[in-house]
């Protein structure tokens, strides 16, 4: 009687993770101070082509990067014309820095997402009766902060109050649209899910690019080593600190496993090559010695895991080996 007992108390445990699981809240248009990483992809167009994603709020509160902020006044002084407006510290949460269309032009379909809390009033140009820089689009103001013979190059969409977007005004525009419902997300795509299941999105920061057919195929006929790459279809990478641990993780996806494992023997042999050469610099050694590299069906695994303290040595080490050299040179 008591093993029965234990047998249903245990169905009904494994039953109700399943069911919390199934419940787990889907991904939703941001909203600062409670948006996850992956919530950034839903602004995104389906036709992305490529994106990173920063958690701002940690990177900024890192002691590393305090740190950096304290050594460079120029940077402190750039903090301090801005704190009127927002807190880099406090009020940003999210970036997310992508190409909303075709890889190929970049400039056109660039954007950058920003989820942060603000006060509309404090950021948007004033309007009068007679006079507004801002202009609409479904209902949601934006206004060009750089122009070119009377063509927007550069504008600012304010589509709520934790969210605004930043690119050409195509590509402005087609974020509105999505947040307005009237256009997919990029994670509506069906095709994508099983590589987005790779990534980290719970990382510091995470990214993804779909590389077009034949982007690579004028490199590798000028250098035939590159042949290899050709059939590079996707990269995925994230990166972390936790445990006082800095890793980075990235998979590069191709057509089957064949291509895997000789991109994996290439980027092996590569290693092999830099351990090689690294006899005098201890600290590259270090790194190279703690670089996996993996393959499988589905992709060839990079990854890095560093500690802090080989961190600071390896940034000591530089910063020495900095100052012997010719100045105008770099390491």
Not at 43 to 61: E, G, R
Request: proline content about 5%; glycine content about 4%; charged content about 25%.
């Amino acid at each position: 009687m008591k093993i029965k007992k234990l047998g249903a108390w245990s169905f009904i445990i494994l039953a109700s993770f399943l069911l919390l699981a199934a419940c787990a809240p889907e991904a939703r248009i941001p909203v600062a101070g409670s948006a996850t990483g992956q919530d950034m992809l839903t602004l995104l167009p389906a036709d992305t082509s490529a994106f990173m994603v920063l958690d701002w709020n940690k990177i900024a509160n890192l002691p590393r990067f305090r740190t950096m902020v304290e050594q460079q006044p120029e940077l402190q002084t750039y903090q301090k014309k801005i704190s009127s407006f927002v807190d880099l510290h406090k009020d940003v949460y999210f970036l997310a820095l992508a190409v909303a269309g075709d890889l190929k032009e970049p400039a056109e379909n660039a954007v950058l997402l920003v989820n942060l809390k603000y006060q509309k009033e404090k950021l948007m140009p004033a309007e009068t009766e007679k006079d507004s820089t801002l202009e609409y689009y479904e209902g949601v103001p934006y206004f060009p902060m750089l122009e070119i013979e009377e063509s927007a190059v550069i504008c600012t969409a304010f589509l709520d109050s934790s969210n605004i977007a930043i690119g050409s005004e195509k590509s402005i525009k087609k974020v509105i649209d999505v947040y307005k419902k009237k256009t997919p997300n990029f994670l509506s795509r069906k095709d994508m899910k099983t590589y987005l299941k790779d990534i980290n999105t719970r990382a510091m920061t995470f990214s993804f690019i779909s590389l077009p057919p034949g982007l690579l195929n004028q490199a590798a006929v000028q250098n035939p080593q590159l042949k290899m790459w050709e059939d590079l279809k996707y990269l995925s990478a994230f990166s972390d600190y936790r445990n006082q641990i800095h890793s980075i993780e990235i998979k590069l996806y191709a057509q089957d496993k064949t291509q895997h494992q000789k991109m994996a023997e290439t980027l092996t042999g590569l290693k092999a090559l830099g351990l090689g050469l690294a006899g005098q610099f201890p600290e590259i050694t270090q790194v190279l010695n703690a670089l996996e590299i993996t393959s499988t069906e589905k992709y060839v695994k990079v990854y890095l895991g560093l500690k802090d303290e080989i961190v600071d040595q390896l940034a000591k080490a530089l910063k020495e080996r900095a100052k012997d050299l010719p100045k105008g040179k770099g390491i």
